[in-house]
């Protein structure tokens, strides 16, 4: 079955406790992305990948990082959270979304809900 | 920059009636398009996107949007809604130009439909 895969689903933690949340999908797609959803803001993207070793900032990167060493895989690595990282996390993916292919429709897992305290 | 505009926080309905919910954009050049859906407890899910050609666009479940230019609009609509059409909905756009981030999809803050039985 196509999918996206995050874990964890929840996590509760404290501050400064350095944590990673980890994304694969099974699609072959070069594009990956993360977005952090708030009440009242929608999607924010956190960090994107257009393919293996090649990473750009989002609107909102502070805090995160991320790395893209296979296909497949996509972190997000949170170094030292705070609370206002406290939020909904969604991982997608896609083929291709260079600028001939933006018409590509985004495959989303079912989100990891992150608690700092 | 890009933006997206859902102007309705909550959308309610009754089941069988046609619903809209409302979605207008601003972004430099030709838009691309999105509509997603969220169920509760899970990732976004693709409903339909509009890239060019004809102004109205079919989707999943029955759903359709209609793209206004002039009014930089991208209407979701369908004829009779279903309780289980109850979801969030998030309007999406991505525009032509720009570079880095800027070529990036950006969300809407979402729309809660509730279809009333």
């Known amino acids: 079955e196509a999918q996206v895969t995050q874990n964890p689903r929840y996590l509760i933690t404290v501050t400064g406790k350095k944590l990673t949340v980890t994304c694969s999908q099974n699609m072959n797609h070069e594009y990956m992305s993360w977005y952090r959803q708030d009440p009242g803001l929608g999607l924010r993207q956190i960090y994107y990948?257009?393919?293996?070793?090649?990473?750009d900032k989002g609107d909102v990167p502070e805090g995160y990082k991320v790395s893209r060493k296979e296909k497949r895989n996509f972190p997000l690595i949170l170094e030292s959270p705070s609370p206002n990282q406290t939020s909904l996390y969604f991982c997608?993916?896609?083929?291709?979304?260079?600028?001939?292919?933006?018409?590509?429709?985004?495959?989303f897992g079912e989100g990891s809900r992150l608690t700092v305290l | 920059a890009q933006s997206v505009a859902q102007p309705e926080d909550q959308v309610n309905v009754a089941e069988g009636n046609p619903l809209t919910v409302k979605c207008t954009y601003s972004v430099s050049g030709n838009p691309y398009l999105f509509w997603y859906v969220q169920y509760p407890n899970r990732g976004l899910q693709f409903l339909l996107k509009y890239i060019t050609g004809d102004n109205l666009v079919k989707g999943s479940y029955g759903f359709e949007a209609e793209f206004n230019k002039s009014q930089t609009s991208f209407h979701l609509k369908k004829p009779s809604a279903l309780v289980s059409d109850s979801a969030l909905y998030f309007c999406a756009v991505r525009g032509l130009g720009g570079s880095g981030s800027a070529r990036q999809l950006t969300f809407g803050s979402g729309t809660q439909l509730t279809v009333l039985p």
């Open positions: 997608a993916s896609s083929l291709t979304q260079t600028s001939g292919a933006r018409g590509r429709e985004l495959f």
């Open positions: 990948s257009m393919n293996v070793e090649v990473t």
